[in-house]
Antibody
Framework: QVQLQESGPGLVKPSETLSLTCSVSGGSISSYYWTWFRRPPGKGLEYIGYIYNSVSTNYSPSLRSRVTISEDTSKNQFSLRLMSVTAADTAVYYC?????????????WGQGTMVTVSS | QSVLTQPPSASGTPGQRVTISCSGSSSNIGSNPVNWYQQLPGTAPKLLIFSNNQRPSGVPDRFSGSRSGASASLAISGLQSEDEAGYYCGTWDDSLNGFYVFGTGTKVTVL
């Protein structure tokens, strides 16, 4: 059974870069869409982007200029970098998997990690 | 950023049927299958329905989904106390090189 676990700093200063890693266990990272989402306090779920087969990426139009998602197949991990953060980037960040179902549904999720942007 | 519209809340007594709507446009629900997610407080979202009306293994058949045109709906029949949660529809949007969009979310309360 595939499991995902997010890790990274829980506090990031404004204007700095937020970096998170998602570790994949119980299965290979190959051939799925590995995705990042977030949920700001009091708000709904927001798509950040995905990586597929290590090189193909897709990002939310609203975050595209600040986001990079990468994959490390040797470690069975993928990562999120979000530059120039502000308080508006404070959220619970989730990693998830799509590609098992043809509809692009996200069937496996990490537990989420809270990231606060504050000086 | 939510481009899919859901009612903010819905409620029912145990055993009742509750329906949640999800309204989109031709570039998202009108073109792509809809998925539904359940999020209990403090936990990660859980896939409830995929491809408009399919249930993953382990999801009770009390949950059902449908899609018509640019709208979709989720029905919970035989409402139970453990169904009290947030529910989100989601699908891919074909505009702007494609991206995933969620609904605004519906909080279901079991009275």
């Amino acid at each position: 059974q595939v499991q995902l676990q997010e890790s990274g700093p829980g506090l990031v200063k404004p204007s700095e870069t937020l970096s998170l890693t998602c570790s994949v266990s119980g299965g290979s990272i190959s051939s799925y869409y590995w995705t990042w989402f977030r949920r700001p306090p009091g708000k709904g779920l927001e798509y950040i982007g995905y990586i597929y087969n290590s090189v193909s990426t897709n990002y939310s139009p609203s975050l595209r200029s600040r986001v990079t998602i990468s994959e490390d197949t040797s470690k069975n991990q993928f990562s999120l970098r979000l530059m120039s953060v502000t308080a508006a980037d404070t959220a619970v960040y989730y990693c998830a998997r799509a590609g098992y179902y043809s509809s692009g549904a996200f069937d496996v999720w990490g537990q989420g990690t809270m990231v606060t942007v504050s000086s | 950023q939510s481009v899919l519209t859901q009612p903010p809340s819905a409620s029912g007594t145990p055993g009742q049927r509750v329906t949640i709507s999800c309204s989109g446009s031709s570039s998202n629900i009108g073109s792509n299958p809809v998925n539904w997610y359940q999020q209990l407080p403090g936990t990660a979202p859980k896939l409830l329905i995929f491809s408009n009306n399919q249930r993953p293994s382990g999801v009770p058949d009390r949950f059902s989904g449908s899609r018509s045109g640019a709208s979709a709906s989720l029905a919970i029949s035989g409402l139970q106390s453990e169904d009290e949660a947030g529910y989100y529809c989601g699908t891919w949007d074909d505009s702007l090189n494609g991206f995933y969009v969620f609904g605004t979310g519906t909080k279901v309360t079991v009275l």
